[in-house]
Nanobody, 126 residues
Framework: QVHLMESGGGLVQPGGSLRLSCAASGLTLNLLNIGWVRQAPGKEREAVSCIKSGDPTTYYLDSVKGRFTISRDIAQNRVYLQMNSLNADDTAVYYC???????????????????WGQGTPVTVSS
């Protein structure tokens, strides 16, 4: 059985940092395109970042470029999202998701062929 599980969210002050972690069971993350999708209250889901299987291609939403970094730990079978200089607009539930990672976009869906974690909430507030 396949599970993705996010951790690392929480409450942080503006300008602070968090590192989100996505752990997998039942699949090898290094063989998949993995991304982070967030959903803020009352807003649509948006792709934040992704990392492609087999090559260093990554994607970042324009508003997080230079602040967020996605990475893999193959030995730990984890994908991380390092988030720095957080602001209120980053407040959302962040999901680890499988999908199609391109340089200009991360394509994700809620189809039975994609995997989602349960989400980890990030709140940026003073």
């Amino acid at each position: 059985q396949v599970h993705l599980m996010e951790s690392g969210g929480g409450l942080v002050q503006p300008g602070g940092s968090l590192r989100l972690s996505c752990a997998a069971s039942g699949l090898t993350l290094n063989l998949l395109n993995i991304g982070w999708v967030r959903q803020a209250p009352g807003k649509e889901r948006e792709a934040v970042s992704c990392i492609k299987s087999g090559d260093p291609t990554t994607y970042y939403l324009d508003s997080v470029k230079g602040r967020f970094t996605i990475s893999r730990d193959i030995a730990q079978n984890r994908v991380y999202l390092q988030m720095n200089s957080l602001n209120a607009d980053d407040t959302a539930v962040y999901y680890c998701v499988t999908g199609d990672c391109r340089r200009d976009q991360f394509y994700f869906s809620a189809s039975p062929f994609s995997y989602w974690g349960q989400g980890t909430p990030v709140t940026v507030s003073s």
